[in-house]
């Protein structure tokens, strides 16, 4: 973990965080990273939308498929750093996209609950 503390000194490095801690912490988020590739679901840009923050994904994996690209966040091309970041340029360098951003990901997901999801699968699953 040093080398990255060193590489990012402004950073804050929480550890594991869970309840209101969790919550406090994407409330106070400009902007969610979650590059994984191989995640299939991403339960946790859930999160991070309805605290109203803007997500930057992977177009390989689950997540892309909850991230309206240029509404909600951005969907970036898999493993290429220089996309990755410039998305996030974009998010935190325009305060009113931001905003937009935020208010349309935190819109994006009401409503949403398991049973939604639920009636989603089966009307997908073959009979």
């Known amino acids: ?26 409330a106070s988020s400009d902007v969610f990273l979650f590059p994984s590739t191989t995640d299939t679901f991403g339960n946790v840009i859930l999160e991070a939308m309805a605290s109203g923050v803007p997500c930057v994904v992977s177009d390989q994996g689950g997540p892309k498929d909850l991230i309206a690209h240029g509404k909600t966040g951005f969907i970036t091309r898999a493993f290429d750093a220089d996309d990755f970041t410039h998305s996030i340029e974009k998010i935190v360098t325009d305060p009113s996209l931001r905003r937009e951003m935020a208010i349309a990901a935190h819109d994006a997901v009401q409503g949403r609950d398991w049973a939604e999801a639920g009636h989603k699968f089966w009307e997908l699953s073959p009979e």
């Not at 060193?6 to 950073?11: C, D, H, R, Y």
């Open 1 to 26: 973990m040093e080398p990255i503390r060193s590489l990012l000194p402004f950073a804050a490095f929480t550890g594991y965080l869970a309840g209101l801690e969790l919550a406090r912490a994407f």
